[in-house]
């Protein structure tokens, strides 16, 4: 480690530094003592700063400068992501009251208001685009489920990157469209998204590409951690409870990353219970904890996960049939002391309806699927009195135009005026309610 550098990378297996990203990537982006693709991004600041940037009014991450893996801010690329709002959904808090009597504070993080693709994956593809422009990166490439490929093809054009994306084959048309849109090459490959990254893997290989090394990738968990450092900005505190729909599981790798890099400033800080929620059509991480709960979590229960091939699921962004990273995942779970949760996807329009209704916000799937996991999580009694709760909406439902199609119902099909007359909105409440509470 070098002293006047800004930060350095060091492997999590075997503590071996390396220096900075242009060399991580000409040792493709693995330890060169141990073969571990592990490393975690240390910086050389004492963070007495930090406190005072983090009371600034940021526009977008790039206020943490200091704290991200870039040397020069000429590099920075950026489309106003990762200052989002976090926002005060009552409506939440009052039915938490009013069935269960308990008071809470109920904060959803509005990761659809990201000024690059509106998702949760933007700080990380603005971050990877400003650091391959950095290191002189020209050609680089991805698989995903749909949401981490758009954001990426995005901010590579505008650096004038090259990046070819790999996409399962029951990606949306929606994210498809928009990496095509923007010049990027779409390789949709017939299969899941287990057989998509290995294609993309080989692609790699054969043209010695450099690739995005999935959810423990530096760069991604090096954007995601300043969600630490908003939640300090707008919350002042750190939440209680911490709701997200996971697939990779990038978000509480982040966190956890982020407080323990903050130590010296913020010695109190601990992770938030984790509370995961995917739907029961693609759901491994959470058979594999109901299995582990089962069993009373013996030794090394983190290692025993199924692996579901091709996964039929409604929500293409969550199908990761092969959950690589739950033995990580499932650590900090259980340090936390939170969970894993199912929800009934057959319900994930009543969760967006309901929401529409209530808040005038038109969520995207995968955010239905989080909101799901605040309901299932009052209704097992994982939320207690008092405690903060961030809801992680990933997506407003411009990832998934056809989405909002099934929203429909309130129109009346009508052939003469005397089949119209006005209506009173408040009557539709009592049905979207009723509609997600019932079974
Ligand atoms: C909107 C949304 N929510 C949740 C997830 C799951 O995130 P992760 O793969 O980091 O678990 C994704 C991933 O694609 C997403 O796009
Ligand atoms: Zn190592």
Redesign the pocket.
């Known amino acids: 480690m070098k002293d006047d550098s800004k930060y350095y990378l060091k492997c999590v297996k075997c503590e071996h530094i390396t220096p900075d990203f242009g060399v991580w990537f000409e040792q493709n982006q693995v330890c060169p003592e141990c073969g571990s693709n592990h490393s975690e991004v240390w910086y050389n600041s004492d963070y007495k700063e930090l406190p005072l940037i983090i009371k600034g009014n940021p526009i977008s991450f790039w206020q943490y400068f200091y704290y991200l893996p870039l040397s020069k801010q000429e590099n920075v690329i950026s489309r106003n992501e990762g200052a989002v709002s976090l926002q005060n959904w009552w409506f939440l808090e009052d039915f938490a009251k009013e069935k269960y009597g308990l008071d809470i504070n109920v904060q959803v993080y509005r990761?659809d208001l990201n000024g690059g693709t509106g998702?949760?994956?933007d700080v990380a593809a603005s971050l990877a685009a400003s650091i391959f422009k950095e290191h002189d990166i020209k050609q680089y490439c991805v698989a995903?489920?749909?949401?981490?490929a758009t954001s990426y093809a995005r901010y590579l054009s505008i650096a004038g990157i090259n990046c070819s994306v790999f996409i399962p084959d029951n990606a949306l048309k929606a994210s498809e469209a928009m990496i095509s849109a923007f010049g990027q090459q779409v390789l949709r490959v017939k299969g899941d998204y287990s057989k998509a990254k290995k294609i993309a893997a080989e692609y790699s290989k054969k043209y010695n590409i450099l690739i995005s090394i999935g959810?423990i990738d530096p760069i991604?968990v090096e954007a995601?951690k300043t969600m630490v450092f908003e939640w300090l900005r707008q919350l002042d505190r750190l939440p209680d409870v911490y709701i997200?729909?996971?697939?990779?599981?990038?978000?509480p790798?982040a966190i956890d990353k982020g407080i323990r890099e903050i130590k010296s400033v913020y010695p109190d800080l601990k992770n938030p219970k984790f509370i995961?929620v995917q739907p029961d059509g693609c759901d491994p991480m959470v058979q594999a904890w109901e299995n582990a709960e089962k069993n009373g979590f013996p030794d090394g229960f983190e290692k025993e996960y199924p692996i579901l091939d091709n996964p039929q699921t409604a929500v293409p962004?969550?199908a990761?049939g092969n959950p690589a990273?739950y033995p990580i995942i499932a650590k900090l779970v259980q340090n936390s002391g939170g969970t894993f949760l199912r929800m009934k996807e057959s319900k994930m329009i009543d969760y967006a309806k309901l929401v529409a209704f209530e808040r005038k916000v038109i969520l995207?799937?995968?955010?239905a699927?989080?909101m799901a996991g605040f309901f299932e999580a009052l209704k097992k009694g994982l939320i207690k009195n008092g405690e903060t709760v961030l809801i992680?909406?990933?997506?407003g439902v411009r990832?998934a135009p056809d989405f909002v199609n099934e929203m429909i119902y309130t129109t009346k099909n009508v052939d003469s005026i005397d089949e119209c007359k006005p209506h009173e909105i408040d009557d539709y409440r009592k049905q979207l309610w009723e509609a997600v509470i019932k079974d």
């Open positions: 990761n998702t949760f994956k995903s489920t749909g949401n981490t959810n991604r995601k997200q729909a996971i697939s990779g599981g990038t978000g790798i995961m962004t969550l990761t990273t995207g799937p995968a955010s699927v989080c992680n909406t990933g997506e990832r």
